[in-house]
T-cell receptor, first 114, second 112 residues
Framework: DAGITQSPRHKVTETGTPVTLRCHQT?????MYWYRQDPGHGLRLIHYSYGVKDTDKGEVSDGYSVSRSKTEDFLLTLESATSSQTSVYFC?????????????FGPGTRLTVL | GDSVTQMEGPVTLSEEACLTINCTYTATGYPSLFWYVQYPGEGLQLLLK?????DKGSNKGFEATYRKETTSFHLEKGSVQVSDSAVYFCALSEGGSEKLVFGKGTKLTVNP
């Protein structure tokens, strides 16, 4: 699992509240990613980072922001959660030396927005 | 853009049956291809990969061959076990890209 942890593992929140999910890795990987997993959609990339303070949008970035102030931490923020953001969120990481985009995944965070 | 299409599930098999999960892709260049597996309650793990045409990836008894002529990367196993029950994702990455594109996943259940 390349030392990737996510917190919290489960969260229930109400519509309109801000939510921050944390991904922490211990392997000094350069690249980090946030995905959401929904039935019938597989995994879709939300945002990714290619270094400290360097981030870019994925295919489903609307309503989400990210920050990476340290190599080991990648935060995903829902500024004002909506029911459509109920999902399972996965963080992944990849070292700069690994070819072919071999990503290592965290255990996931199940978020429910009521 | 790039995309991955894999067979709809769920797939239910008896132990020791043969497995094939179909995966086809659309890409502008020459992508690398992957199969990831997700066991219940866990994150995804890389199962196998292939980086160029005719390459065969293999791991844990699973195999997949990169077929450029049919743009396919089907996952096969000759004799499944109960412990193979999981969701399987086919994915691709274009050369030089930082991103993986995933299929929708196929849930496999193996009964004793």
């Amino acid at each position: 699992d390349a030392g990737i942890t996510q917190s919290p593992r489960h969260k229930v929140t109400e519509t309109g509240t801000p939510v921050t999910l944390r991904c922490h890795q211990t392997e000094n990987h350069r690249y980090m990613y946030w995905y959401r997993q929904d039935p019938g959609h597989g995994l879709r990339l939300i945002h990714y980072s290619y270094g400290v303070k360097d981030t870019d949008k994925g295919e489903v970035s609307d309503g989400y922001s990210v920050s990476r102030s340290k190599t080991e931490d990648f935060l995903l923020t829902l500024e004002s959660a909506t029911s459509s953001q109920t999902s399972v969120y996965f963080c992944a990481a990849r070292g700069a030396g690994l070819p072919y985009n071999e990503q290592f995944f965290g255990p996931g965070t199940r978020l429910t927005v009521l | 853009g790039d995309s991955v299409t894999q067979m709809e599930g769920p797939v239910t098999l008896s132990e020791e049956a043969c497995l094939t999960i179909n995966c086809t892709y659309t890409a502008t260049g020459y992508p690398s291809l992957f199969w990831y597996v997700q066991y219940p309650g866990e994150g995804l793990q890389l199962l196998l990969k292939a980086t160029k045409a005719d390459d065969k990836g293999s791991n844990k008894g699973f195999e997949a061959t990169y077929r450029k002529e049919t743009t396919s990367f089907h996952l096969e196993k000759g004799s499944v076990q109960v412990s193979d029950s999981a969701v399987y994702f086919c994915a691709l990455s274009e050369g030089g890209s930082e991103k993986l594109v995933f299929g929708k996943g196929t849930k496999l259940t193996v009964n004793p």
